[in-house]
């Protein structure tokens, strides 16, 4: 797992992350898109649909989206491309627990026959939380650090790492099989909302009840976990699924975060459609990690 010193690392990851185009363009990431399909027509995600387009046309689909990983051959090129003048390739990717994405990655660099030369990291996670995680990386190899140094500098983001997700409507997360075993729990549950939490990469429900109160409930022992870890805490993520009228409460709440400590940076933005498909409308999400 050790790079060649004279070796530049570039770093590879998945439209599922939460980066921003100018973070993205900074440390000269690249993006494998997965695919998501709406009434039949399939878009690359990031390419060929934007984040507000998606929310927009799965608000008014007739069924419910579908997500495809990025087929293997994607991958090789992606590969190839970025070992052609020698570097080392750092693969962060979405939990194995939610995608097969890794798995494609790491069929592709067997294919390649770069296997040495590539090197590939489950987030355990996604969206912000897998952004801290290649955000991270992209410093430390700004920095001149070496491959198991920055393997570490990750691994201690992921052991550290937390995610509050609260699904306002469970017939996306249920119809995508995302709960597995747990949908019987909730499926004839009517109004409820869940706060689901992935420890160790596993999603699991932490909580449920029903309408606004839980919310406020949420947001408030969040907000009190996130005091409590203030000195602890540099990044943190809002990320939401809403039609563009309906942003508002989550500028609201990245400014109460924000309130808590001014240095802290706070992200608030839409998700990815990979995640808008399974977590539903009006879904929302608050991410962070300690130093």
Same mark, same amino acid.
């Given at each position: =797992?050790?790079?060649?010193?004279?070796?530049?690392?570039?770093?590879?990851?998945?439209?599922?992350?939460?980066?921003?185009?100018?973070?993205?363009?900074?440390?000269?990431?690249?993006?494998?898109?997965?695919?998501?399909?709406?009434?039949?027509?399939?878009?690359?995600?990031?390419?060929?649909?934007?984040?507000?387009?998606?929310?927009?046309?799965?608000?008014?689909?007739?069924?419910?989206?579908?997500?495809?990983?990025?087929?293997?051959?994607?991958?090789?090129?992606?590969?190839?491309?970025?070992?052609?003048?020698?570097?080392?390739?750092?693969?962060?990717?979405?939990?194995?627990?939610?995608?097969?994405?890794?798995?494609?990655?790491?069929?592709?660099?067997?294919?390649?026959?770069?296997?040495?030369?590539?090197?590939?990291?489950?987030?355990?996670?996604?969206?912000?939380?897998?952004?801290?995680?290649?955000?991270?990386?992209?410093?430390?190899?700004?920095?001149?650090?070496?491959?198991?140094?920055?393997?570490?500098?990750?691994?201690?983001?992921?052991?550290?790492?937390?995610?509050?997700?609260?699904?306002?409507?469970?017939?996306?997360?249920?119809?995508?099989?995302?709960?597995?075993?747990?949908?019987?729990?909730?499926?004839?549950?009517?109004?409820?909302?869940?706060?689901?939490? =992935?420890?160790?990469?596993?999603?699991?429900?932490?909580?449920?009840?029903?309408?606004?109160?839980?919310?406020?409930?949420?947001?408030?022992?969040?907000?009190?976990?996130?005091?409590?870890?203030?000195?602890?805490?540099?990044?943190?993520?809002?990320?939401?699924?809403?039609?563009?009228?309906?942003?508002?409460?989550?500028?609201?709440?990245?400014?109460?975060?924000?309130?808590?400590?001014?240095?802290?940076?706070?992200?608030?933005?839409?998700?990815?459609?990979?995640?808008?498909?399974?977590?539903? =409308?009006?879904?929302?999400?608050?991410?962070?990690?300690?130093?």
């Amino acid at each position: =797992m050790r790079a060649n010193t004279l070796s530049k690392i570039k770093i590879m990851t998945d439209s599922s992350v939460q980066l921003t185009p100018e973070e993205v363009k900074k440390y000269d990431i690249t993006v494998v898109p997965l695919s998501v399909t709406i009434d039949g027509k399939t878009y690359l995600d990031g390419i060929d649909i934007s984040r507000k387009e998606f929310i927009e046309k799965m608000d008014e689909a007739k069924e419910l989206p579908k997500t495809s990983q990025p087929p293997i051959g994607r991958f090789v090129d992606a590969i190839n491309k970025l070992t052609a003048d020698g570097s080392d390739v750092l693969g962060i990717f979405l939990a194995k627990t939610l995608s097969g994405t890794i798995d494609a990655a790491r069929q592709a660099a067997q294919i390649t026959g770069k296997e040495n030369k590539v090197h590939l990291v489950d987030s355990e996670l996604t969206d912000r939380a897998e952004g801290f995680q290649v955000l991270a990386a992209a410093k430390d190899i700004e920095a001149g650090k070496e491959l198991p140094e920055i393997l570490k500098h990750i691994d201690h983001i992921k052991k550290t790492q937390k995610l509050h997700l609260v699904v306002v409507n469970l017939k996306n997360i249920i119809k995508g099989g995302r709960l597995g075993k747990l949908t019987g729990k909730v499926a004839t549950l009517l109004n409820i909302q869940i706060e689901l939490q =992935m420890p160790g990469g596993h999603l699991i429900i932490a909580k449920k009840g029903r309408g606004k109160k839980f919310a406020r409930a949420f947001n408030e022992r969040v907000l009190d976990e996130i005091r409590a870890n203030k000195d602890k805490i540099k990044e943190i993520g809002v990320s939401y699924v809403s039609t563009e009228d309906k942003p508002k409460p989550m500028i609201e709440l990245g400014k109460k975060i924000k309130a808590i400590n001014n240095d802290f940076n706070v992200l608030v933005r839409e998700t990815s459609p990979i995640i808008s498909t399974h977590a539903g =409308m009006n879904a929302y999400a608050i991410l962070y990690y300690t130093e």
